[in-house]
């Protein structure tokens, strides 16, 4: 009988040392299905917001995957996300993608962090404040400097670029269009998603 009681306790302390970590057989299975539940989640986008902004839902996954299984999940199922997009579906030659991911993981990572670091009510709020935070200025530095000019070089020029954000005041050039047209965006964004992650991973936690 002290036999079987050693062995139990030996049992649950594995299974402790295993919770959370991203390369258990357990992990790597729901981090597979949720990359692919992320794709789809991706193609299923809302209509453009100054031409080649759209909201959708396929964070949350990646969130879900990065508050049970640490960052690096999250980090994942964001790449292997834009990855077959920018294989199967991209509409931009890989631009859109790329900038999805960069601001995503900005997104994801801090907000995993922080959610499993901290104690208390009040953790999502603080978790999902900071990354819409880091998201706002993720976005920022990587549309200024990689994402417009490569749609510019792409489109035609940064007039053709400029020509989708008319309909917001004040627009007239990169710097005007990354500070009132995107950054605003990515700042609801990172709103919505906080929200609807929020309830996802409290309804999800204890079934993965």
Request: with cysteine; hydrophobic share 50%; net charge positive.
């Amino acid at each position: 009988m002290a036999t079987m009681t050693h062995e139990t306790k030996l049992k649950s302390s594995d299974l402790n040392k295993t919770k959370g970590k991203v390369f258990t057989t357990k992990a790597m299975v729901t981090v597979s299905l949720l990359s692919a539940l992320s794709y789809v989640l991706m193609l299923l986008e809302s209509p453009a917001y100054i031409g080649f902004l759209r909201l959708e839902l396929s964070d949350i996954p990646a969130i879900v995957g990065a508050f049970q299984f640490g960052p690096v999940a999250g980090v994942i199922i964001e790449l292997i996300k834009n990855l077959v997009k920018s294989i199967t579906a991209t509409k931009t030659a890989g631009v859109g993608e790329l900038a999805n991911f960069i601001v995503s993981a900005a997104y994801v990572v801090p907000a995993a962090i922080i959610y499993r670091k901290m104690k208390g009510k009040y953790k999502s709020f603080l978790s999902f404040g900071a990354a819409t935070v880091c998201m706002a200025a993720a976005g920022f530095l990587i549309n200024y400097y990689v994402t417009i000019p490569l749609y510019a070089t792409l489109y035609g020029g940064m007039e053709n670029v400029l020509a989708a954000a008319t309909v917001i005041p004040g627009i007239k050039d990169k710097f005007t269009l990354v500070l009132y047209g995107i950054t605003p965006f990515n700042l609801f964004k990172g709103i919505f998603l906080g929200i609807i992650g929020h309830y996802t991973y409290g309804f999800l936690k204890n079934r993965l």
